[in-house]
């Protein structure tokens, strides 16, 4: 986005301290959900909406 790494990790601190489990989330928090659902166990599931984003929707 053009920040200076300082700025940059100014603005992660903020959105660290939003979240519930005050941590960013990484790809592999994403990643195990997909591999999770598209397992043939969970054909079961559908039409659900998953938030997979550290708690931000409880703030």
């Known amino acids: 986005m053009g920040l200076s ?5 100014v603005i992660e601190e903020a959105e660290r301290e939003q979240l519930p489990l005050k ?3 990484t790809p592999d928090d994403v990643a195990r ?4 659902l598209a ?3 969970s054909n079961w599931v559908t039409g659900q909406v998953i938030a997979v984003d550290g708690g931000l929707a409880l703030t």
Not at 5 to 9: D, S
């Open 5 to 9: 790494p300082e700025h940059a990790a």
């Open 23 to 25: 941590r960013r989330g």
């Open 33 to 36: 959900w997909i591999v999770r």
């Open 39 to 41: 397992n043939p166990a």
